[in-house]
C-alpha cells in the first residue's frame, strides 16, 4: 500500500512539476509591447508581437486588447514551435478603401494548434466595396478582401469573436483539417454584394455549430473539396441561405462528400437550404452524402432547392446541363413558412439525373396566394411522412 501511495504521490509531483514548467514556457505577446497605441495602426506591432510568439516553444497568445485599432493586411504565417492563440478583445478596423488589398484583409497561414477567440470584433469596413462591385454584370469580376482567411490550418478553433460589415467573404477555410468555429456573429446588411458568412473549399472535418449569420448573400457556401463538414445550430438570415456550391463552375474541383446540416434556424431569406451547380461544367464532378435535418424557416422565398442550372444574372451557358452528379441527399423534418408558390424544388440536370433524393416531413406553408406545388425534374425521389406542399412524382432525363 505505502509503495503504491509514493508512486501516487511521485506521479502528482510529476504532473505539477511538468504543468509548471508549461505553464512557465507560455507567454503573452500583447501587442502593445510591439509599439501598438489606441486608435492607432497595428499592423507592424502585430506582425512582430506574431513572429515572437510563432517563434517561441509553449502555448502562447498574440493579444489585442480592449480599444480601437486600424490594421493593413496581414499574414500571419506558421508553422510555429508550438500552439498559439490569438485574442483580439478590441475592435480591429480594415481601411475603407476597397483597392488597399485584394483576396484578404487577415491571413492564418500553415499553423496547427491554432485558436481565435476574445469577443472582439473584426470591422472590414465594406460600404466602399459594395458600392463598387460588379460581380453582377461581369463574370470575371476582381474580388475584394475576406475579413478573415484561414489557410491550411490543422487542429483549429475559431469561437467567441465578430466579423462585420467584410468587403467581399467574411470568413474562408481553405486546405483546412479538423477545423472547429463556433459561437460567432457575422454581420452584414442584406444588400452587401458577395459577403458570404462562411465559405468552405477543399477543407475536411470542419464542424460549425451556434453561430448567428445576417449577410447580404450565403450565410454559408460550401465548395468543392469540402469533406465532413457539420453545421448545427445556426441562425442564418438575412441572406441567400446555407447552400451547398456552387459547384462546376472550374475545371478539375474535387468531389463534396459528407455535409450534415442539422437544427438550424432560417429566416427573412432568399433560400434555405440548397445545392447549386452550373451548367456546362469545364469538368465531371460529384456531391454526395448530402442531409439536411430539423430546420426552421420563416419568410423564406425558395425553402428546399436543388439547382443545377444555377446562372445567376444570366451570365453562362444556361442551355448547356450540368456534369456535377449529386445522389444521396435527404431533406429531413423542414418546416416554416415559404413565399413563394415553389417552395419545395428539386431541379437535376438532364446529363446526370440526381440520384437517391429522400424528403420526409416536410411542412411549409405558403403565405401568398396561387396554386402552391413542389417541382422535380430529372429525379425520382422518395417520400415518407407528411408532405407540404403536395410531393411532386420526379421524372427521368428524356
Given at each position: 500500500?505505502?509503495?503504491n501511495i509514493n508512486l501516487a504521490l511521485m506521479s502528482l509531483v510529476f504532473l505539477v512539476a511538468f504543468n509548471a514548467i508549461d505553464h512557465a514556457q507560455a507567454a503573452v505577446f500583447d501587442v502593445t509591447t510591439h509599439g501598438a497605441k489606441p486608435g492607432g495602426d497595428i499592423t507592424a506591432a502585430l506582425t512582430s508581437a506574431w513572429k515572437?510568439?510563432?517563434a517561441a516553444s509553449g502555448k502562447n497568445q498574440v493579444v489585442v486588447p480592449k480599444g480601437t485599432f486600424k490594421l493593413g493586411e496581414v499574414s500571419l504565417e506558421g508553422p510555429c514551435k508550438g500552439p498559439i492563440e490569438f485574442q483580439n478583445h478590441g475592435t480591429v478596423q480594415a481601411p475603407a478603401d476597397p483597392g488597399k488589398f485584394k483576396d484578404f484583409w487577415i491571413q492564418i497561414i500553415h499553423v496547427d494548434g491554432f485558436t481565435l477567440s476574445g469577443g472582439g470584433t473584426f470591422d472590414g469596413q465594406g460600404q466602399l466595396a459594395w458600392k463598387s462591385n460588379n460581380c453582377a454584370n461581369d463574370a470575371n469580376c476582381g474580388v475584394f478582401a475576406a475579413n478573415l482567411k484561414?489557410?491550411?490550418l490543422t487542429n483549429a478553433v475559431v469561437k467567441d469573436i465578430t466579423s462585420l460589415n467584410s468587403k467581399y467573404f467574411h470568413i474562408i477555410l481553405l486546405g483546412c483539417k479538423h477545423m472547429q468555429l463556433?459561437?460567432?456573429t457575422i454581420t452584414a446588411p442584406a444588400d452587401s454584394a458577395n459577403t458570404d458568412g462562411i465559405h468552405i473549399g477543399r477543407s475536411s472535418l470542419i464542424t460549425i455549430s451556434d453561430i448567428k449569420i445576417?449577410?447580404?448573400d450565403d450565410c454559408i457556401s460550401i465548395g468543392d473539396g469540402s469533406q465532413g463538414v457539420t453545421i448545427t445550430k445556426v441562425t442564418c438570415g438575412p441572406g441567400h441561405g446555407i447552400s451547398i456550391g456552387s459547384l462546376g463552375k472550374y475545371k478539375d474541383e474535387e468531389p463534396v462528400t459528407g455535409i450534415t446540416v442539422t437544427d438550424c434556424t432560417i429566416t427573412d431569406a432568399t433560400n434555405g437550404v440548397r445545392i447549386k451547380t452550373w451548367p456546362a461544367s469545364p469538368s465531371p464532378g460529384t456531391a454526395t452524402g448530402l442531409h439536411f435535418e430539423n430546420i426552421d424557416m420563416t419568410n423564406v422565398e425558395n425553402c428546399l432547392l436543388i439547382d443545377q442550372g444555377y446562372c445567376p444574372h444570366g451570365i453562362c451557358k444556361a442551355q448547356i446541363p450540368s456534369?456535377?452528379?449529386i445522389s444521396d441527399v435527404s431533406f429531413k423534418?423542414?418546416?416554416?413558412?415559404?413565399?413563394s408558390v415553389e417552395a419545395v424544388k428539386i431541379s437535376c440536370s438532364k446529363s446526370v439525373p440526381c440520384e437517391k433524393v429522400h424528403l420526409e416531413n416536410i411542412d411549409i406553408k405558403?403565405?401568398?396566394?396561387?396554386?402552391y406545388k413542389a417541382i422535380c425534374e430529372n429525379v425520382k425521389p422518395t417520400f415518407a411522412g407528411t408532405q407540404n406542399p403536395p410531393a411532386c412524382t420526379g421524372s427521368s432525363a428524356e
Open positions: 500500500m505505502a509503495v515572437d510568439a510563432c484561414f489557410s491550411f463556433e459561437q460567432l445576417g449577410t447580404g456534369t456535377i452528379k423534418n423542414i418546416r416554416g413558412t415559404s413565399t405558403f403565405t401568398g396566394s396561387g396554386e
